[in-house]
């Protein structure tokens, strides 16, 4: 390295990691963070990284925050976090992944209706009112004011047998039934109690079910089986889709997030030959779990280092407002569905910098993917895997997980040996 080179001034980064329960990942990262060491950025300057675990406590308004980035696990459902994001977004121009803004949209809802104005295929969708309202006096007063008396069952039949009833700010699966006949239906409606409910054709005999993970410029295509338990979910396939469908899953994908500013979501979409029905776009929390992920784990931490790091070395200035007319001009056009999702796409690569993000990797992280695969075959990560393992199965169960996981991941490595 040249003297002048070595007499310029190394910028540093400090990223924050807001967390709730998990630890697997939140070490990788670091892991991998610490690694990584001194990043050009072709332009003569160097940036140096470091992270931290964001802590919970009074803050004024006029603090200034010390952390460039800010990685947000926990201020969906954690409302004090949450207003420390708005404040450091608001008032420092901290970038934040994602934003608190958009959290009412990521109630399932608002994307639904999104993805319905730009033309996509969304199954069959009605929104009921309460079971039971809330217990507040101002609901019970326009719940019985002015609720409507409704035919549940004549709504399912116009949404047809079978369905599926759904929280519709839901995740994880939780509260989510599949019916099948009137009984079912009357079932889930009267335990749904105070939660707010989506009814939802089903697709039936659907060839795949489809979950693709979105880290700012990349998105990864899973084959997703929700029938099997957690480890088994995520199948290492690897041309499981149509090529169409495939590209067709990718564009939607960046699609829904470049249209409400999200950079890390996971999607869902049951695929019937060629045609993508998306059924669910919208997770604050996507599963990243070493235990869930596993054999895709190492591209999910190596993605989210990535674009933490383009955004900090960039500068690239966080939005917390969207361009919706843009992408309703495209849905109001006359062109046809396939030229619209390509319209879409050109969107989002220009949102998400596509180009630039490709370039930066190629450069100023060309050593990543060396990085990665060095540290994935380290007794530092098999150390990670067993302590994750300790904390997520019964006694008798571990060394057989810890067998399983490591086997899918040595996998991983001969498939991305230099």
């Not at 910028?11 to 690694?35: C, S, V, Y």
């Not at 480890?231 to 169409?244: K, M, N, Q, T």
């Amino acid at each position: 390295m040249s003297d002048a080179m070595t007499s310029v001034e190394t910028q540093k980064h400090l990223i924050g990691l807001l967390l709730g329960t998990e630890n697997d990942w939140p070490r990788a990262f670091e892991a991998l963070m610490g690694r990584l060491g001194l990043v050009e950025d072709g332009l003569g300057g160097r940036h140096e990284f470091a992270t931290e675990r964001v802590t919970i406590e009074p803050f004024d308004l006029t603090d200034r925050p010390r952390h460039g980035l800010v990685i947000d696990r926990l201020a969906y459902w954690y409302y004090h976090p949450r207003e420390w994001l708005k404040k450091v977004a608001l008032l420092d121009d901290v970038y934040l992944m994602n934003s608190p803004f958009s959290f009412q949209s990521m109630e399932k809802h608002a994307a639904y209706c999104a993805m319905l104005r730009l033309g996509l295929k969304i199954p069959t969708t009605v929104l009921v009112p309460y079971k039971n309202p809330v217990e507040h006096a101002k609901y019970a007063y326009t719940a019985e004011r002015y609720n409507r008396t409704f035919d549940l069952d004549a709504i399912a039949a116009d949404v047809g047998y079978p369905m599926f009833m759904k929280p519709f700010d839901g995740g994880g699966w939780v509260g989510v039934s599949r019916i099948t006949d009137a009984a079912d239906l009357h079932k889930a409606y009267d335990e749904s109690g105070q939660r707010l409910m989506h009814l939802q054709a089903s697709i039936e005999g659907y060839d795949s079910f489809a979950r693709s993970l979105t880290i700012g410029a990349e998105t990864m295509v899973m084959k997703f089986r929700p029938e099997l338990p957690m480890h088994d979910r995520y199948e290492v396939a690897y041309d499981f889709l149509p090529p169409s469908a495939g590209l067709e899953v990718v564009a939607i994908s960046k699609l829904i997030n470049a249209f409400f500013r999200w950079e890390f979501n996971s999607c869902e979409s049951l695929v019937v030959g060629d045609d993508v029905h998306p059924i669910d776009y919208a997770n604050a929390c996507p599963d990243i779990a070493i235990t869930s992920l596993h054999y895709y784990f190492p591209w999910a931490i190596s993605a989210l280092l990535k674009w933490s790091a383009f955004c900090t070395v960039t500068g690239r200035r966080p939005r917390l407002d969207t361009n919706t007319t843009d992408y309703f001009e495209v849905a109001d056009s006359d062109r046809s569905y396939g030229d619209k999702l390509a319209a879409y796409a050109r969107l989002a690569e220009a949102h998400f910098e596509k180009d630039r993000y490709d370039e930066f990797c190629a450069t100023s992280l060309a050593s990543l993917d060396e990085i990665v695969r060095d540290w994935v075959d380290s007794p530092d990560f098999d150390a990670l895997l067993v302590d994750t393992v300790k904390s997520t199965y019964p006694a008798h169960e571990q060394d057989r997980f810890v067998a399983h996981f490591r086997g899918l991941l040595n996998l991983w490595v001969s498939d991305n040996a230099k």
